[in-house]
């Protein structure tokens, strides 16, 4: 049973650029979420996805986007990037239903300059 | 409105017992989780309680739900140097499709 993977595991960007992060489920689990973790905070829900539809959403601005595909992997993409977006990004997959069972990946790490 | 609070720090000694408490305010959460995050890693989930249980255990970790104050608390049985990490208490409800984290405490543990 494979975990989940995110890519890549560390990026730079420059202000007012676009990112996209990548991220594969466990082997199983249909549903998706997305945090973002700044330095010294907790996590914070940004969205969820199941069956390529989002089911959920933080409180974060529309440039924050996502897709899942038929295989459960999913996409965080980001806009415009500003300072304040830097943070680690964190994937969760899950069994729809099963809200014990929540496995995260390691993150990707993302600096903006 | 859903908050989790937690202290910020803690140190025990190695051996010792470590008590991680946490407070949340949303009367109808589901579940409530610890999870571990070590330095550079993603979150691992230590272990989660249902709302209508008082306690669990497994192995060196307890956990005590107190509902009515809405109080969570995680005890660690014979603190190892590899417990030295950041816990967060986090909670989520049955319909929800998002876990309200704290903002972690950090254990260390000293000689």
């Known amino acids: 049973e494979t975990g989940v993977t995110q890519s890549p595991t560390h990026l730079i960007k420059t202000r007012g650029q676009q990112v996209t992060l990548r991220c594969s489920s466990q082997s199983g689990h249909n549903t998706v979420s997305w945090y973002q973790q700044a330095l010294g905070q907790g996590p914070q829900f940004i969205f969820q996805y199941y069956r390529e539809e989002e089911n959920g959403r933080g409180n974060f601005p529309p440039r924050f986007s996502g897709l899942q595909f038929p295989n459960y992997s999913s996409e965080l993409n980001v806009n415009a990037l500003e300072l304040d977006d830097s943070a680690l990004y964190l994937c969760?997959?899950?069994?729809?239903?099963?809200?014990?069972?929540?496995?995260f990946g390691s993150g990707t790490r993302l600096t903006v300059v | 409105g859903e908050d989790v609070e937690q202290s910020l720090f803690l140190s025990v000694r190695e051996g010792d017992s470590s008590v991680i408490n946490c407070t949340y305010t949303d009367s109808s959460s589901t579940y409530l989780y610890w999870y571990k995050q070590e330095p550079g890693a993603g979150l691992q989930l230590l272990t989660y309680i249902f709302s209508n249980m008082d306690m669990k255990q497994d192995q060196r970790l307890t956990v005590l739900l107190n509902k009515k104050d809405k109080h969570l608390s995680l005890r660690i049985a014979d603190t190892q140097t590899g417990d030295s990490a950041i816990y967060f208490c986090a909670e989520t409800h049955s319909s929800a499709s998002k876990i309200i984290f704290g903002s972690g405490t950090r254990l260390s543990i000293r000689p």
């Open positions: 969760a997959s899950s069994l729809a239903g099963a809200n014990y069972g929540y496995t």
